[in-house]
């Protein structure tokens, strides 16, 4: 069982929807991150967090530390959101060594 | 702006050819990592430096290996490519400090015939 577990594998949205992706982890984390890969390979780091929520435009990150549980949320989606999210955690107090998620495949269709 | 540059993008090569994956960062990150992955899958640190003449073996055995002369430049090396190499590899360079977060390149798309 892998360290980092994310839900669904893969989400289907129409423009405009509320999409939330789950992330849940078994491990003690120092940070927790979200990233976003584009079509091509390229990673953007969304949000780094390791309590309570941040807020990046439509994008909103909460994380329960308790329940080892984070969730990433778009609000009013768009076909450009379209990517792979990963989740990733890092361990112990650096964060040289991130364990990834198997990413969630999100298609935004207009 | 994250500026970490990898080239190629795209490599299709032959079996027993040596390959140098060519990493280089501008924001002085003390820093920097190479993932692997394979399609659908999730990544796998292969190589991480802290800092000039300091590299470590990640999580996942790597017949590759990288050098670090300099701060801004972290090259992965194949000495002999075989099919088995054939996977995306990604670099990525961070800040020293405690939680700083990981800035990726686009990536080397390598193909071993």
């Known amino acids: 069982k892998n360290e980092v577990e994310q839900s669904p594998q893969n989400l289907t949205a129409q423009e405009g929807e509320f999409i939330t992706i789950n992330c849940s982890y078994s491990v003690g984390i120092s940070a927790l991150h979200w990233l976003q890969q584009h079509p091509g390979g390229g990673i953007v780091s969304l949000f780094m967090l390791s309590s309570g929520k941040k807020k990046h435009g439509r994008l909103i990150a909460t994380i329960n530390i308790q329940e080892k549980h984070s969730s990433l949320h778009i609000t009013a989606s768009h076909p450009r959101d379209s990517a792979v999210y990963i989740c990733?955690?890092?361990?112990?107090?650096?964060?040289?060594?991130?364990?990834f998620g198997k990413g969630t495949l999100l298609t935004v269709n207009p | 702006e994250a500026d970490i540059y990898q080239t190629p993008r795209y490599l299709v090569i032959g079996t027993g050819k040596k390959i140098t994956l060519e990493c280089s960062q501008t924001m002085g990150h003390d820093k920097m990592y190479w993932y692997q992955q394979d399609p659908g899958m999730e990544l796998h640190l292969i190589h991480y430096s802290y800092g000039v003449n300091s590299t470590e073996k990640g999580d996942l055995s790597s017949e590759s290996t990288v050098s670090r002369i300099r701060t801004e430049h972290f090259p992965l090396t194949l000495e002999s490519a075989r099919p088995s190499h054939t996977s995306q590899y990604l670099c990525a360079s961070s800040d020293m400090g405690g939680n700083q977060p990981q800035h990726f390149g686009d990536g080397t798309r390598l193909s071993i015939l």
């Open positions: 990733a955690v890092s361990r112990g107090g650096s964060n040289y060594k991130l364990t």
